[in-house]
């Protein structure tokens, strides 16, 4: 199986909402013959853009690798939200690394969040940043949980640009009646994902990262040079760094032994006109529920609905992936059931067993930060620049992330799949209880 291949043309950005309302760049040639760099950097998402572009700033000759398009995996294809803290919440984190660790993984999350806007801004492009993000509990139990976490995070991290928000003030916000309580963050925004990809690549291009797409790395040699391999060019490095999160194809063993490639699915109505928009979300926050098989979703600055939903439990795609969206999408908003889907999509994405990003030294001088769990945006920035970092002889943050518990998946690369089937449908049934 060939995560790179089994859905998607490499080469050909999907077609998407993202893709339409972007301006694509003409391609990068193709890696040829013998390159050397101080940093070879695998991966043209958020991760690699922006290792690549921060270890130019510091001076280092670096080579970047796509094995299609930047920005074509993943980061061009999310749901566009900048969240603060990780993907597991702070009470969780203290229960699995203590008070000390949770703050200062906490203070990560800030620093991701500010640097994605740090990069927009320094890129002069229009990303189409929006803030605030919504919470949504589905269930009327999960209320007071949500409330006691909100006063958590104020009283014991100082974060105040959070509020809990009753059933009422839920549904003044979200025209759903599915929603009973919640919160709302007003530290965290959302954007135009594929957009900032092509900031990023930007960056990276004036600051004089050569960028080379089409480029699939084919292997790996370890050694002092490192050498990578593709199709028609061989790149001897001093340091390899790897952003690859769900796309790694199992081309490093202790990546495909914790970090589980899965699937899911982004669908956008043709526009709805703004008074109708702003009866789904009033103040154009983005929105995160509470089901296991998160909903999550926004509006477009033309007034479309962009729903992601749907699991899937192969890695190939269904091929409705407009009817795949359309059951939660209806499930929230009933008074959608019958809008036109204009584009529908899949991508893959990267998880853990803990839901903690995993960052590893697999040699010396060969770095890997994936597996970001739905979280990204955020921490992918940042884990490139704290792999940068680690290259430049600052490896503190990096090491930290390092010692974050993330399991190997029981069975390793054969028995994953089957077994997150049997944990995704139970986790779906007790979603709808």
């Not at 510091?58 to 995996?73: I, K, M, P, T, Y």
Request: hydrophobic letters at 40%.
């Amino acid at each position: 199986m060939d995560i790179l291949t089994i859905n998607d043309r490499p080469g050909t950005y999907p077609d998407s909402f993202y893709k339409a309302t972007a301006a694509l760049p003409e391609p990068a040639p193709q890696a040829e013959g013998d390159i050397r760099a101080d940093v070879c950097v695998v991966g043209g998402g958020f991760t690699g853009l922006s290792a690549a572009l921060h270890l130019r700033r510091a001076g280092l000759d670096v080579v970047l690798l796509d094995a299609s398009r930047l920005g074509f995996g993943a980061s061009g294809r999310n749901g566009g939200q900048v969240n603060t803290g990780q993907r597991v919440e702070q009470l969780a984190l203290e229960k699995m690394v203590g008070l000390g660790k949770a703050k200062e993984l906490w203070q990560a999350g800030l620093d991701s969040v500010e640097l994605v806007r740090d990069l927009v801004r320094d890129s002069g492009e229009d990303c189409q940043i929006v803030p605030g993000i919504l919470h949504a509990d589905h269930r009327a139990r999960f209320a007071d949980e949500t409330r006691h976490y909100v006063d958590h995070l104020r009283e014991t991290y100082g974060y105040d640009q959070i509020s809990y928000l009753d059933q009422g003030a839920i549904r003044a916000e979200i025209g759903s009646e599915d929603y009973h309580a919640g919160s709302l963050d007003m530290g965290s925004f959302h954007l135009h994902p594929l957009r900032y990809a092509l900031a990023l690549a930007k960056l990276a291009r004036e600051a004089g990262v050569r960028i080379f797409e089409n480029s699939r790395m084919l292997d790996y040699t370890p050694g002092s040079p490192v050498l990578v391999r593709t199709e028609q060019a061989v790149i001897r490095a001093d340091h390899l760094l790897l952003g690859l999160n769900g796309y790694h194809n199992n081309i490093a063993g202790p990546l495909a032994r914790r970090v589980m490639p899965i699937n899911n699915f982004i669908a956008v109505t043709e526009p709805l006109g703004e008074a109708r928009a702003r009866s789904l979300i009033a103040n154009d926050y983005a929105v995160g529920d509470s089901r296991f098989v998160i909903n999550y979703y926004r509006l477009s600055r033309d007034h479309r609905m962009i729903f992601g939903g749907g699991e899937s439990y192969g890695y190939r795609f269904p091929r409705d992936l407009a009817g795949k969206v359309r059951g939660p999408m209806a499930e929230v908003f009933p008074q959608l059931r019958d809008a036109r889907i204009d584009y529908a999509w899949g991508g893959t994405l990267g998880i853990t067993m803990s839901r903690l990003p995993h960052f590893e030294r697999i040699e010396g001088n060969i770095l890997s930060a994936s597996g970001f769990s739905g979280h990204g945006v955020a921490m992918g920035s940042l884990a490139g620049k704290l792999m940068a970092e680690a290259v430049a002889g600052q490896a503190g943050r990096f090491d930290m992330m390092a010692e974050l518990p993330t399991a190997p998946f029981p069975g390793g690369p054969m028995l994953r799949s089957p077994l997150l089937v049997a944990a995704m449908l139970w986790y779906a049934l007790r979603d709808k209880l």
